[in-house]
T-cell receptor
Framework: KQEVTQIPAALSVPEGENLVLNCSFT??????LQWFRQDPGKGLTSLLL?????REQTSGRLNASLDKSSGRSTLYIAASQPGDSATYLC???????????FGGGTRLMVKP | GAGVSQSPRYKVAKRGQDVALRCDPI?????LFWYQQALGQGPEFLTY????????KSGLPSDRFFAERPEGSVSTLKIQRTQQEDSAVYLC???????????FGPGTRLTVT
């Protein structure tokens, strides 16, 4: 059974710092990996989707990498802003199934 | 265009009551998913539809949980005889097809007292 772990569980940084969020998964037979943002009391907003054949995806200040063989993905946020404060969730879709398996999330606080 | 919508946004039920949660997916999306998110945790899969067919219900925690999508569009998640452990946010997601990006609704926060 696929298991997804996110480290750290919480992170507090001053505005302007570059930061890295980590995601690891136990079964490397994945179809794709998705990073989401969740604001308090809200649903999930998709940030980046990486197919299993890709190594990375970029959107603005966000860059996500995927190393399928080692079961790891990282989300890099450049020049963090207070508006980036949210919970960031990593989710994988296995080759065999259709659903997403989520990590527990990293709660990010960017202080002005 | 409209995203995924869910209703109600908040529901308070007394233990033992039945509840029905509604999901309106993005028009044309054939895949529809239900997830349960406990406080402080990531969402967990409940069930999956492709059009009107329920292809996977392996995540439903008990036979008190039932989901349907009779016309391949709107879906309803029903929980019978609610228990306190059912308190969670129920998220619905839709997708244009297998392996494609999933788009999530705002969720329904269920509190069982």
């Amino acid at each position: 059974k696929q298991e997804v772990t996110q480290i750290p569980a919480a992170l507090s940084v001053p505005e302007g710092e570059n930061l890295v969020l980590n995601c690891s998964f136990t079964d490397s037979a994945i179809y794709n990996l998705q990073w989401f943002r969740q604001d308090p009391g809200k649903g999930l907003t998709s940030l980046l989707l990486i197919q299993s054949s890709q190594r990375e995806q970029t959107s603005g200040r966000l860059n996500a990498s995927l190393d399928k063989s080692s079961g790891r993905s990282t989300l890099y946020i450049a020049a963090s802003q207070p508006g980036d404060s949210a919970t960031y969730l990593c989710a994988v879709k296995d080759n065999a199934g259709n659903m997403l398996t989520f990590g527990g999330g990293t709660r990010l606080m960017v202080k002005p | 265009g409209a995203g995924v919508s869910q209703s109600p946004r908040y529901k308070v039920a007394k233990r033992g009551q039945d509840v029905a949660l509604r999901c309106d997916p993005i028009s044309g999306h054939v895949s529809l998913f239900w997830y349960q998110q406990a406080l402080g945790q990531g969402p967990e899969f409940l069930t999956y539809f492709q059009n009107e067919a329920q292809l996977d219900k392996s995540g439903l925690p008990s036979d008190r949980f039932f989901a349907e999508r009779p016309e391949g569009s709107v879906s309803t998640l029903k929980i019978q005889r609610t228990q306190q452990e059912d308190s969670a946010v129920y998220l619905c997601a839709s997708s244009p097809g297998r392996g494609r990006e999933q788009y999530f609704g705002p969720g329904t926060r269920l509190t069982v007292t």
